[in-house]
């Protein structure tokens, strides 16, 4: 009964259309206080005691960065460079987009920045080049969210916290599946392209390739700053989010001087809205995830699992399914706060890794952000292009199952996410 009320309301409240944050605080609280004796008046400490946490103050920073890079060149810069590379291949354009869109999440750490980002730069050129409507958008929406799985990426920072488990394994173990999963949207594309007929364009030089490079190569040095600066030992996950905003600001302030001084402050204080609203996600989800500690409601789903007898394959189709389902209404924060404390520990009875199991929710988050009705990506694709939803929503399908197939090559190849952080941390 108890259980039931907690997710009754916290559903209920959701569908009225009451924040989630607000929905995970106002749930809990109203069934601790209906349906057991809690002292209510040690929840604020439990909720300091959970944001008291040194991994979390990466994720402003992170932001921060990614704000600093969009407001300026950086994103020209490195469409550029990718055109150069791919724009030669049939389908050259939407391709260098989901290329440029891999670069840029390496950089942002977040998707809908990345649709931004990428999108108001590429769809119109796309257009402008003869492509059909669903090749300018569909490549768009669906690449950007790519940017909460390649690192630096803030909802693996969520989760490794709420897992307790190494940021730097997990900022590792997203690399491989996002390259996987980038590399077969371009070659969907490409297939795609030279189906419906058109020809390919004059490869680039090695000069002007070497010149675009040089353009967004201190852009591009963001990514060896954060992932070789983890891997090097020279700094934590938390401190290459200080170490990338300060970095971006410089690039932009003094490299590629498109940043004024003027501009300093609104960036921040978007930075620190967003910021704020992320955490105000995660210490509601503090409340949640204690209350369901401190009834042992975890413990409790795990043994009902573990005593119907279900394995490592049909559980992970079950954690799909739900992960899927949710994340269409969810923000994906949101839905890592709210399921790790319920999932985690059945993944780990079964012999689950965590950190691929990190990946797995993650990647379905992924798509999540491009399936409606609440994909945050197709909302921000049809603010950019003036589209409809239902024709985001259309356009993006080829790119959507392509997702949905490396989510299920994740999920069963367990390898595909745990070769790199075993090489590089053992």
């Known amino acids: 009964m108890m259980m039931l009320s907690l997710f009754g309301l916290l559903f209920g409240l959701m569908l009225i259309g009451v924040p989630v944050a607000v929905s995970l605080g106002t749930s809990t609280m109203l069934t601790a206080l209906l349906f057991t004796d809690i002292d209510l008046m040690g929840v604020p400490q439990k909720v300091f005691d959970g944001l008291d946490h040194y991994s979390l103050m990466a994720i402003p920073m992170f932001i921060l960065a990614g704000a600093f890079l969009s407001k300026g060149s950086a994103s020209g810069r490195i469409i550029e460079f990718a055109k150069s590379i791919v724009g030669h291949l049939p389908g050259g354009l939407p391709i260098a987009a989901i290329f440029a869109s891999i670069i840029f999440a390496a950089v942002s750490g977040s998707s809908p920045a990345t649709v931004v980002a990428i999108g108001s730069v590429m769809y119109g050129a796309i257009k402008a080049e003869g492509y059909p409507t669903k090749y300018a958008i569909g490549t768009i929406a669906t690449a950007g969210s790519l940017g909460i799985l390649i690192p630096p990426s803030i909802v693996f920072i969520v989760y490794g916290v709420t897992a307790e488990q190494s940021i730097g394994k997990l900022f590792m173990a997203g690399v491989v599946p996002g390259l996987m999963i980038g590399t077969m949207?371009?070659?969907?594309?490409?297939i795609g392209a030279k189906r419906l007929g058109f020809k390919r364009h004059k490869m680039a030089s090695f000069?002007?390739?070497?010149?675009?490079?040089?353009?967004?190569?201190?852009a591009l040095m963001l990514i060896v700053l954060v992932i070789g600066g983890i891997y090097g030992g020279l700094f934590t996950p938390t401190e290459a989010g200080a170490a990338s905003a300060v970095y971006a600001f410089f690039v932009s302030?003094?490299?590629?001087?498109?940043?004024k001084l003027k501009d300093v402050y609104p960036i921040?204080?978007?930075?620190?809205?967003?910021?704020?609203?992320?955490?105000?996600?995660?210490?509601?989800?503090?409340?949640?995830?204690?209350?369901?500690?401190?009834?042992?409601?975890p413990q409790d789903i795990t043994q009902m699992i573990l005593n119907a007898n279900v394995g490592p394959i049909m559980f992970l189709v079950i954690v799909n399914i739900l992960l899927f389902l949710m994340g269409q209404f969810m923000e994906p924060s949101s839905v890592v706060m709210i399921t790790v404390p319920l999932?985690?520990?059945?993944?780990?009875?079964?012999?689950?890794?965590?950190?691929?199991?990190?990946?797995v929710m993650i990647v379905n988050m992924e798509l999540g952000m491009i399936t409606p009705p609440v994909g945050l990506?197709?909302?921000?694709?049809?603010?950019?292009?003036?589209?409809?939803?239902?024709e985001v929503i259309v356009a993006s399908l080829p790119w959507s199952v392509t997702i949905l197939v490396g989510l299920l090559l994740v999920t069963y190849i367990p390898i595909i996410s745990l070769w790199l952080p075993n090489l590089m941390f053992g």
Not at 211 to 217: D, I, P, R, S, T
Not at 253 to 259: G, M, S, V
Not at 284 to 296: G, K, R
Request: proline share 2%; aromatic share 16%; no cysteine.
């Open 185 to 190: 949207m371009m070659i969907v594309t490409y």
């Open 207 to 218: 000069k002007v390739r070497m010149e675009k490079f040089k353009e967004a190569f201190w």
């Open 253 to 259: 302030y003094f490299i590629y001087k498109d940043l």
């Open 268 to 297: 921040v204080l978007e930075a620190a809205m967003t910021s704020s609203m992320i955490f105000f996600i995660i210490a509601n989800a503090m409340i949640f995830s204690h209350f369901l500690t401190d009834e042992s409601i």
């Open 343 to 359: 999932l985690l520990p059945i993944a780990l009875s079964l012999g689950i890794d965590p950190i691929h199991f990190g990946v």
């Open 377 to 390: 990506n197709l909302f921000v694709a049809s603010g950019i292009t003036g589209l409809s939803l239902k």
